[in-house]
């Protein structure tokens, strides 16, 4: 679903929670998003670092040495700040950075080229989680790190998305080829109460950086009478589903065109723009388990809810000659040869 799909889809109600890929991508919300990952609040920036670190420590007792690395997402810190350590302990050779955020794709390379020097580091530019990834002839680790797991493009439900879930991580895993995934997400725990995970989203900087989201559709799309300033930001917890709302309420009325289309917003009318889910540890367990991946080792953090779970996925069925590494002008092929 592309950018102009989603937006008429939010804007006009039909559906929420699909916009959170689509944030990253302009400078200054990348700025905000920097403000929100350094505030005391935010534990699942801290959080997470920590136990990557701890993960770092012992990570080659599972998987060999000289692996190659692939790494969903790695934002613009995330491999100096977490995923380096990783790729450093395992002496990789090969790295492949994928992200939709040409920013990110070029600060995780720069970054990666610091931490181990000889390595070959390669980036695309993809949404990986829609579009379809090459595999590889040799094991290979993927690694995801943050909560961005919980941030699934899937409607509301009065369960939590346990099938959205399994889909995505059979597509975080396809491409390594019964290798591994390293993956962090964010869990839901009995012994913490809403507030816990809402507090960390109820600051300016977040308000900020979602509502970027709103200044991105007014100035890429075709769309007129539309004001991006009229929106107010609040986080709500959804009980059913164990997930954070992220919803602009307008402060106005306002009527507007989209590509032509009349659409209108009432005064106080929310827009869900995205969404957080927590997870269950016994229902993320199990759909690994339906993903067809098993449970190797998990780190947890001492005070939050923050996890990481090493998985070992099956050896794909499919193959074809590729290098471990692909680079741009390859990857149409490979998407050819896979599918």
Request: proline share 5%.
């Amino acid at each position: 679903m592309d950018f102009k799909t989603k937006s008429f889809l939010t804007l006009s109600g039909k559906r929420g929670g699909l916009l959170g890929s689509e944030m990253y991508l302009r400078p200054e919300d990348l700025h905000f998003y920097e403000k929100i990952v350094c505030e005391s609040r935010y534990y699942p920036a801290h959080a997470d670092i920590d136990n990557w670190r701890d993960c770092a420590k012992n990570i080659s007792s599972f998987i060999p040495q000289s692996t190659t690395a692939l790494e969903y997402g790695p934002g613009e810190r995330g491999v100096e700040t977490k995923t380096g350590a990783i790729i450093k302990s395992l002496n990789c050779r090969n790295y492949l950075a994928v992200d939709k955020s040409r920013a990110s794709l070029e600060s995780a390379l720069e970054s990666i080229s610091k931490i181990k020097k000889d390595i070959k580091a390669i980036g695309i530019d993809s949404d990986f989680l829609c579009d379809s990834m090459p595999t590889t002839l040799k094991r290979s680790l993927a690694i995801f790190s943050g909560c961005s797991i919980g941030n699934l493009e899937t409607p509301i439900l009065q369960h939590p998305p346990t099938s959205a879930l399994t889909a995505a991580l059979k597509t975080l895993a396809r491409p390594v080829n019964g290798g591994w995934l390293l993956i962090s997400s964010d869990m839901w725990l009995p012994n913490k109460r809403p507030e816990y995970y809402v507090s960390a989203y109820n600051s300016p900087f977040h308000e900020n950086f979602n509502l970027g989201v709103l200044h991105r559709i007014a100035e890429e799309l075709k769309i007129t009478g539309f004001d991006p300033t009229a929106f107010f930001y609040k986080p709500v917890f959804h009980c059913q589903s164990k997930a954070i709302l992220h919803l602009a309420f307008s402060k106005r009325k306002q009527a507007f065109f989209f590509d032509g289309v009349p659409l209108s917003i009432e005064k106080g009318q929310p827009l869900h723009l995205n969404t957080s889910f927590k997870f269950e540890e016994n229902n993320f367990v199990a759909c690994v388990n339906n993903a067809g991946l098993s449970v190797l080792n998990l780190w947890k953090h001492k005070k939050h809810s923050m996890r990481i779970y090493l998985l070992q996925a099956q050896a794909c069925v499919k193959h074809f000659h590729a290098s471990p590494i692909v680079n741009q002008d390859d990857l149409t092929d490979l998407k050819k040869c896979y599918l």
